[in-house]
């Protein structure tokens, strides 16, 4: 049986985890590039909607640069690759589209087999982030209330014991503001599975309260697209929680 990429990096004693999201139609080799020197501990890929960007392209130049496992993290069938590491097949609980609870991942399913992916199912929430997200507009769902707590909160454990073996707690790509800590603190202090945060993380500060709350991995993506000096300011945060 394969081992999972993804499932692995949790197994470490490490307190949380750095995630870069790299969207292939931003393709960066500057900050893969920077990914084996710092504390990074693995590389997401993919994206809510992909204008020229390759998936598979991309993943084979990443490889090439990095050591780090690269986990795809697709928006949709058609950006799965035996090149990468691992899979997130992501359940939108948050939302209640049937392509996204089902529809997808039904075309997912024979291209992860053909590609042999180590897969993890992932319960993925997307909570308002102060602005409208690219992931609320291709799915045409509505994120949830920061303010709903508890359905936040039984909704991450209903992940969990529909067989998800993390959940994403994501306010969107750019947004505004990241996930509240109480959001975070909450979730955590119910769930068994690795807590992932992200959406709207451009500085350190907020990196850390991610991190404060108990957020597992912390996925940071625009941010650094735009500015790859910000994993300067990243690293201590990561590498101390070891
Ligand atoms: C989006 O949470 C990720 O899926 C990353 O968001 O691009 O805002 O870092 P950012």
């Known amino acids: 049986m394969n081992t999972n990429p993804f499932i692995a990096l949790f197994k470490s004693p490490r307190k949380s985890r750095l995630a870069v999201l790299i969207d292939p139609d931003k393709y960066n080799p500057d900050l893969v590039k920077l990914c084996d020197k710092s504390a990074v501990t693995c590389v997401l890929l993919g994206g809510s ?26 928006g949709d069938e058609n950006q799965l690759t035996r090149a990468a590491d691992g899979v997130l097949l992501p359940l939108l609980l ?25 897969v993890t ?37 209903a992940c ?15 947004a505004s503001h990241t996930v509240h800590a109480r959001i975070i603190r909450n979730v955590k202090h119910v769930l068994e599975v690795p807590l ?18 108990g957020a597992d991995l912390v996925v940071v993506g625009n941010a650094l697209e735009k500015d790859v000096t910000l994993l300067e300011s990243l690293n201590p945060i990561f590498k101390s929680r070891s």
């Not at 909607?49 to 697709?74: C, M, Q, W, Y």
């Not at 997808?104 to 992916?117: D, E, G, N, S, T």
């Not at 308002?128 to 991450?156: C, F, K």
């Not at 969990?160 to 750019?174: H, N, R, W």
């Open 49 to 74: 909607r992909l204008e020229h960007g390759n998936v598979h392209a991309t993943a084979l130049k990443i490889k090439k640069l990095t050591r780090k496992p690269v986990i795809l993290f697709p």
């Open 196 to 213: 992932i945060a992200g959406g709207g993380v451009d500085s350190a500060k907020k990196a850390r309260a991610l991190v404060n709350a």
């Open 160 to 174: 969990q014991y529909m067989g998800c073996k993390a959940v994403y707690l994501e306010a969107g790509s750019g």
């Open 121 to 157: 199912p992932l319960g993925y929430l997307l909570i308002d982030g102060g602005r409208e997200s690219a992931t609320q507009q291709v799915t045409g769902t509505q994120p949830m209330n920061p303010q709903d707590l508890e359905l936040i909160t039984d909704t991450a454990l």
């Open 94 to 118: 948050s939302g209640r589209n049937a392509d996204y609870l089902g529809g997808k991942q039904v075309l997912m399913a024979p291209r992860i087999k053909k590609f042999q992916l180590p």
